[in-house]
C-alpha cells in the first residue's frame, strides 16, 4: 500500500472516484482484487489471440501439409498435428468459435430467462407456475445430455449448438431474475408507480427491469465459462461445430490415447487453451459477483 | 413431514412425466419420417418402395393419430418398454440394463472420493482462511470448476499411456468378482468424473463452514473453553454439511453428463457410452430410454436428498 493513498484503501462504495485518474483507478482495483484482474488479464489474452489470429500466425489452421506430427519449433509453435496442420494456429483460431458461441448463447439464453421471469413473476399466477415447473423439469436434467440431445434432432451446426446451449442456460437466469422480481415488485417506488397510474408495461421496463440488472450480469458472468465448456464437450462427442472449422473440443477427441506418446502437444494444447479460458471466466464470474452483491464480499 | 415427503413425490413423478412428454414431443419434431430412417440412411437417398414404407410405419404405430400416439409411448415408457435398437436390433431395455453396472459403479467411486477430498479440503480451508494452505485448495477448487471433465480424462491418458504404457481395461469386472480390478479399471475414470465436483464441494464447504464460525453459538462454544476440534467437528460442521448436501443432490445430474464424456473419452462400454453412440447414430429409441433412465435417476436422487436434508434439518422436519 505504499504507492496507493490511505482515503482510497478505506473506501468501500465502488472502484472508481471522482478526480481518479484512469490508470490509477485500474491498479487500485487490481490490488483489491488480484484474482478477479488475473481473470481479466487471462481473457484480454485469449479474445485477442482470437480476434487478431490472422496477425499472430502466418499458418492456415485448415491447411493440410505433409509436415505431420512434428514438434514444436520455431516454425511450429506448438508442433503439427496428423494432417499436418499447425496445432498453435488451430488452437488461437479455436478460440474463435468458443467465444462466439460462448457468449451468443450466454446473452440468448440468459436474456430470454430474464425476460420470461420478468414478465411470469410479476405476474404470478397459473402462468408463472407453469412457467415454473417447465424450469423445474429443465432445471432437474443434465444440461450437457439436453443439449446433446438438441443437437441430435436438429443436426450439428454452429446455429443449433448456440441454440442448444442458450436452451440449456433459460433456467438458470430464469431462476435468480425471479426471485429478484419477487422482491421488487414489492418495492414502495413500485407501488407508487403503480398509484400514479403508470402502464405494466411501464412499470416492468423502468422500474422493476433495472433493479434487476445486478443479479442478472451476476449470472450472466457466471454462465459463460458453462457455456464455452458444454460447447467443447458437445464438439468433443462429435455433436458441436462440424468440422473443418477449429474447435477446441473437437481437436481433443480421439487424440489423447492415438498421440499421447508420439506427440502430446496434439491433445494438451487445446486443452490447455479450454481451461485457461474457462478459468479466467470463473475468476472474473466470482470478481462481478463480489462487486455487485456486497453481502458475499470476503467469502 | 409426511405431508413434505409426498409433495416432493409427487413433484418428482410429475418431472419424469414431464421428461417423457417433452422426449416424446423433441422426438417428433426431427425432420425426416422415423419409418424412413429406420429402413434407410436417408443421407444415402437410398429409395424404399412404397409397400414397404408402409407396412414400417404400421409397425412403428405412425400410422394413428397423434394423441394415439402419445398415449401409447406414455403407457409403453410406464412399463419400461422402449421397444428395439435400430442399430444392432437388441431390446433398448436389456441392452441399457447390461450396460448400466459399469456407469452406477463409476457414479458410486466417483461420489465417495468427491466427499472423502472435498469436504475435508473444505474444511481445511475455512479453518486455515488466508493461509498460503488455503489459498493452494481454493487453487485446487478453482481447476476443479475449470476443467470439464473429458480434459482431465484426456491428461490422466496422457499421463498413464506416457509414464506406465497402460491403459484401463475395456471390459467391465464388477467388483464383487474381483475387487483390485474393478477398481484399477474404474478408478481413473472416476477419479475424472469427481475432479470439477470436488471443486464445487471444497468452495460449498469452505464458505457455508466461514459463515457458520461466526454464529454467536460457536462464540459461546469457544468461551466454555472447548477443543478446536470440538468446536469445528462437533458444533460447526454439522450445520456447515447441510448446504453442501443440497449441492451434492444437484450436482448429481451434471455428473451424469460428467460419465457420458468421459466413458466416452475412456471408450469404456457403459450406459453413457451407449446414449453418445446412439446420438452419432440417430438411433431414437436408445436415446428415449436413457433420457427416461436419467430423469429417473436424477428425481430419486434428488427425492433422497430432501429425505435426507428433511432428517438432518429439525426446521424441515417439523414444518
Known amino acids: ?299 | 413431514m409426511r405431508a413434505f415427503l409426498i409433495r416432493r413425490l409427487l413433484l418428482g413423478i410429475l418431472t419424469v412425466y414431464g421428461v417423457a412428454t417433452l422426449t416424446f414431443i423433441l422426438m417428433r419434431i426431427v425432420p425426416g419420417d422415423p419409418a424412413l430412417i429406420a429402413l434407410a440412411d436417408p443421407s444415402r437417398g437410398e429409395a424404399v418402395p412404397k409397400a414397404q414404407l408402409e407396412a414400417k410405419r404400421r409397425e412403428l404405430g405412425l400410422d394413428k393419430p397423434l394423441a394415439q400416439q402419445y398415449i401409447t409411448w406414455l403407457a409403453n415408457s410406464i412399463r419400461f418398454n422402449f421397444g428395439k435398437s435400430s442399430w444392432g436390433g437388441g431390446d433398448v431395455v436389456d441392452e441399457y440394463l447390461r450396460r448400466l453396472p459399469l456407469s452406477l459403479n463409476m457414479a458410486i467411486l466417483a461420489f465417495i472420493m468427491t466427499v472423502l477430498v472435498g469436504i475435508p479440503l473444505g474444511i481445511l480451508s475455512a479453518i486455515k482462511q488466508d493461509t498460503p494452505l488455503d489459498y493452494i485448495a481454493r487453487i485446487i477448487a478453482i481447476s476443479g470448476l475449470s476443467m470439464p471433465s473429458f480434459w482431465v480424462a484426456i491428461l490422466i491418458i496422457v499421463v498413464l499411456l506416457r509414464v506406465f504404457s497402460w491403459l484401463p481395461s475395456l471390459d467391465y469386472v464388477p467388483f464383487w468378482e474381483n475387487p483390485l480390478r474393478n477398481l484399477t479399471q474404474l478408478f481413473f475414470p472416476s477419479f475424472a468424473v469427481a475432479f470439477g465436483f470436488i471443486g464445487v464441494v471444497t468452495r460449498m464447504t469452505r464458505s457455508s463452514l466461514l459463515e457458520v464460525l461466526r454464529e454467536d453459538y460457536i462464540r459461546t462454544a469457544w468461551s466454555k473453553g472447548l477443543r478446536e476440534r470440538t468446536i469445528i467437528l462437533r458444533h460447526a460442521l454439522r450445520n456447515a454439511l447441510l448446504p453442501v448436501i443440497t449441492v451434492l443432490g444437484l450436482q448429481f445430474g451434471f455428473a451424469i453428463g460428467g460419465l457420458v464424456v468421459v466413458e466416452a473419452a475412456f471408450n469404456l462400454p457403459g450406459a453413457g457410452r451407449f446414449l453418445f453412440e446412439a446420438t452419432l447414430r440417430r438411433d431414437y429409441n436408445v436415446i428415449q430410454a436413457s433420457l427416461f433412465a436419467i430423469a429417473l435417476f436424477v428425481t430419486l436422487a434428488n427425492l433422497l436428498v430432501d429425505v435426507l436434508y428433511a432428517w438432518l434439518n429439525p426446521r424441515v422436519r417439523l414444518e
Open chain 1, 1 to 299: 500500500m505504499a504507492t496507493t493513498p490511505r482515503s482510497a484503501s478505506t473506501e468501500r462504495v465502488g472502484l472508481v472516484r471522482k478526480g481518479q485518474g484512469f490508470w490509477k483507478t485500474l491498479l487500485l482495483s487490481a490490488r483489491r482484487k488480484p484474482l478477479g484482474t488475473a481473470g481479466a488479464v487471462i481473457l484480454l489474452l485469449v479474445v485477442a489471440s482470437a480476434v487478431f489470429a490472422p496477425y499472430i500466425t502466418p499458418h492456415d489452421p485448415n491447411a493440410i501439409t505433409t509436415a505431420r506430427l512434428r514438434p514444436p519449433s520455431a516454425e511450429h509453435w506448438l508442433g503439427t498435428d496428423h494432417l499436418g496442420r499447425d496445432v498453435f494456429a488451430r488452437v488461437i483460431y479455436g478460440g474463435r468459435i468458443s467465444l462466439l458461441v460462448g457468449f451468443l448463447s450466454t446473452i440468448l439464453g440468459t436474456g430470454a430467462g430474464a425476460v420470461l421471469a420478468l414478465i411470469s413473476a410479476y405476474w404470478g399466477g397459473v402462468w408463472d407456475n407453469g412457467v415454473q415447473r417447465f424450469m423445474d423439469i429443465l432445471w432437474a436434467f443434465p444440461s450437457l445430455i439436453i443439449a446433446l440431445v438438441i443437437v441430435t434432432v436438429l443436426g450439428s451446426s454452429t446455429r443449433n449448438v448456440i441454440l442448444a446451449i442458450a436452451i440449456v442456460v433459460v433456467p438458470l437466469a430464469a431462476r435468480v431474475v425471479r426471485s429478484q422480481v419477487l422482491i421488487v415488485k414489492e418495492m414502495e417506488y413500485v407501488k407508487a408507480a403503480q398509484a400514479l397510474g403508470a402502464s405494466t408495461w411501464r412499470i416492468l421496463f423502468f422500474h422493476v427491469a433495472p433493479n434487476c440488472v445486478a443479479p442478472y450480469i451476476i449470472v450472466a458472468t457466471a454462465t459463460l465459462g458453462g457455456a464455452i465448456v458444454t460447447e467443447a464437450s458437445l464438439s468433443f462427442l462429435g455433436m458441436g461445430i462440424p468440422p473443418p472449422t477449429p474447435s477446441w473440443g473437437r481437436d481433443l477427441f480421439g487424440t489423447a490415447a492415438n498421440y499421447a506418446e508420439l506427440a502430446p502437444w496434439i491433445p494438451i494444447a487445446p486443452g490447455v487453451a479450454l481451461s485457461l479460458a474457462v478459468y479466467g471466466f470463473n475468476l472474473l464470474g466470482d470478481a462481478v459477483r463480489d462487486l455487485l452483491d456486497p453481502r458475499l464480499r470476503g467469502r
